[in-house]
């Protein structure tokens, strides 16, 4: 079998891993230098009604650097189901005013969900050094939701096997 996506297209990163986002999680930062585009893709399971989960999206000058909120969100595509996602084929696209959230709206948190957005490289603040993003949650509610957060990195600069991809994240 050859690999006709991972390495000549996209790269994946886990962001956070499959954790409980009752608490809140920072996301792995992760470098654009090496792509023109990420995709952020957050799963989470069915948790607690009024427990929504607010994410923020953070850029910084290199994987070490200090993030600051990216105010570029202006769309997110999103699945949502109220028992789990087998039977949930379509996305739903969510507009909103730039901003660095997703904020989904009610019945987010009862809800098992995918929610997605992009972040082009052009986007940071490249003028003073910011090549790299990151996706938080902020830990709402008193019960169990688990998640996961993937960075998809596409446009890549330097297509590679899987094996000599450059890491994203040191």
């Known amino acids: 079998m050859s690999n006709?996506?991972?390495?000549?297209?996209?790269?994946?990163?886990?962001?956070?891993?499959?954790?409980?986002?009752?608490?809140?999680?920072?996301?792995?930062?992760?470098?654009?230098?090496?792509?023109?585009?990420?995709?952020?893709?957050?799963?989470?399971?069915?948790?607690?009604?009024?427990?929504?989960?607010t994410f923020t999206l953070r850029q910084a000058a290199g994987v070490g650097?200090?993030?600051?909120?990216?105010?570029?969100?202006?769309?997110?595509?999103?699945?949502?189901?109220?028992?789990?996602?087998?039977?949930?084929?379509?996305?739903t696209r969510v507009t909103q005013t730039a901003a660095a959230t997703i904020v989904p709206g009610d019945p987010s948190a009862q809800s098992a969900a995918m929610y997605y957005t992009e972040v082009e490289a052009d986007q940071l603040d490249v003028d003073n050094g910011f090549d790299s993003i990151q996706m938080n949650n902020d830990?709402?509610?008193?019960?169990?939701?688990?998640g996961v957060v993937i960075y998809i990195l596409g446009g890549l600069r330097h297509k590679a096997t899987p094996a000599n991809l450059p890491n994203a994240i040191i």
């Not at 969100?73 to 999103?78: G, K, R, S």
């Not at 830990?139 to 688990?146: E, F, N, P, R, S």
């Open 4 to 53: 006709k996506i991972l390495g000549s297209v996209v790269d994946f990163v886990a962001g956070v891993l499959p954790l409980d986002f009752q608490t809140a999680r920072t996301g792995d930062l992760v470098s654009l230098r090496n792509a023109s585009v990420c995709g952020i893709l957050i799963v989470k399971g069915v948790g607690t009604d009024g427990d929504d989960q």
């Open 65 to 91: 650097g200090t993030p600051k909120d990216l105010a570029v969100i202006t769309e997110y595509w999103e699945k949502e189901a109220l028992t789990d996602l087998t039977g949930t084929g379509v996305w």
């Open 139 to 146: 830990g709402a509610g008193a019960a169990a939701q688990l």
